[in-house]
């Protein structure tokens, strides 16, 4: 493992985290794919088509939602709900996927691969490859094909290949080991679709400059229809690019509070989380330098939530940093709490929300409350809960 940014040249970081610990043979193509991504965000005929692939293939702009009668029930400020739930394939993976695509496109690379946990991503990137005719192949832990089988139809009638992945825990932490692997010997012909703003830069600015479009749609939107910003927004955070997608927008309005949510599984002393920010130390997985959960010996511990897209021991780089400045307070929510606020939404609202955005809901309605009446929160609903249903069903005993 080379740690070239660690060294004198400090490429790709976020204050102390981020950077590029990963293999030699992989740093021509991230070197490549910073020089391509720089190119074409500065290239008005990239911009253009991207913005049509938003609004066609994407479903953008997405509704901005006020939930009266959740707002009645909380009794303070206004809740608002950006809603990528409405986005095509029922989450913000999309945004990501399809600029990838785009960009793969642009640098000739035929052939993508792409890592999953739950299968939101593997359906995304599936679902962009499909329309741009590229060939994917997905790696999804063992573990995760039989809990997410739904998922792994998806991706097949997709016309992707799914790979399991049997080694180690045979969750999302070894599905990425395993597409890094495949990257690495088929670097010349194949682009790697990260699924969040983590990895070896230039991943983490990518992932977060594609998902930025939900926060200054939503910034906009809240002049519109609310007349001015929110006080406080409100993200989950799993590898924390939906989080960052919607921050991106607000954070240089200094009166605009942040919160970041992430899972406290069971809410038990001593059982899995998955609240890296929060309860995790620095150290580095997947090719960079961020909050992570580990044990007295720097082994990585294994993470746990209700919700299977938040089941990460990781997160983001940017997050580690805006942690540490303190522009961006994190938060927990455990599984309880988020299954609660996906009855409330679902009961008060028609909305089935994805267990991964019901963790920031539950913060929410408390943020709603402690702010009162004449405030704004605006929480991103990240993705729809279909996907959760059987879940839920189990846990409020169905
Ligand atoms: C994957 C997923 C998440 C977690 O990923 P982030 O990178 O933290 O956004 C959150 N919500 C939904 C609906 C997801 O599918």
Redesign the pocket.
């Known amino acids: 493992m080379t740690m070239s940014a660690a060294g004198a040249e400090p490429i790709g970081r976020f204050g102390e985290y981020g950077g590029q610990f990963v293999p030699e043979s992989l740093m021509a193509a991230l070197a490549e794919l910073d020089r391509e991504r720089l190119s074409a965000f500065a290239d008005s005929t990239f911009l253009t088509e991207l913005d049509h692939l938003r609004r066609i293939v994407i479903g953008r702009p997405t509704p901005l939602y006020l939930a009266q009668r959740l707002t009645a029930e909380v009794g303070g400020a206004r809740i608002w709900l950006k809603r990528e739930d409405a986005a095509f394939t029922g ?3 999309i945004n990501n996927t399809v600029g990838q695509l785009l960009l793969a496109q642009r640098m000739g690379k035929m052939r993508v691969i792409a890592e999953t946990g ?1 299968g ?2 593997g359906v995304a990137t599936a679902a962009a490859a499909a329309y741009f005719g590229t060939p994917c192949e997905v790696y999804m832990g063992a573990e995760d094909t039989r809990r997410q089988s739904h998922n792994v139809a998806r991706m097949k009638m997709l016309g992707a290949q799914v790979h399991p992945v049997s080694t180690g825990t045979q969750t999302l932490k070894d599905a990425i080991n395993e597409a890094l692997r495949d990257w690495v010997a088929n670097v010349e012909s194949t682009h790697y679709v990260i699924g ?2 983590v990895g070896p830069h230039p991943f983490p600015q990518l992932v977060g400059d594609l998902q930025s479009v939900i926060g200054h749609e939503a910034r906009a939107q809240m002049l519109q229809q609310a007349g001015s910003l929110p006080d406080a927004v409100v993200a ?8 960052i997608g919607i921050f991106r927008g607000f954070l240089d309005d200094p009166g605009v509070a942040i919160y970041g949510v992430e899972a406290a599984g069971s809410g038990e002393a001593g059982a899995p989380h998955s609240a890296a920010v929060g309860l995790g130390r620095p150290g580095v997985l997947h090719g960079s330098r961020s909050y992570l959960l580990q044990d007295g010996d720097g082994q990585v511990l294994p993470a746990h939530s209700v919700a299977p ?2 089941d990460y021991p990781g997160v983001g780089p940017e997050h580690s940093m805006l942690k540490d400045s303190g522009r961006v307070a994190y938060l927990s929510a455990n599984d309880s709490e988020a299954v609660s606020a996906f009855q409330a939404l679902a009961s008060r609202e028609g909305i089935l929300p ?1 267990l ?2 019901s963790h920031a809901v539950a913060r929410g309605m408390d943020l709603a409350r402690d702010l009162g009446e004449g405030a704004d929160v605006l929480v991103c609903l ?2 729809r809960g279909d996907k959760d249903v059987d879940i839920v069903a189990r846990e409020v005993g169905l």
Do not use: D, I, T
Not at 236 to 243: D, F, L, Q, R, T
């Open positions: 989450a913000h993976k739950a939101m991503h969040s703003v989950c955070v799993g590898g924390g690019s939906n989080a897209g938040l994805a991964e955005p990240s993705g």
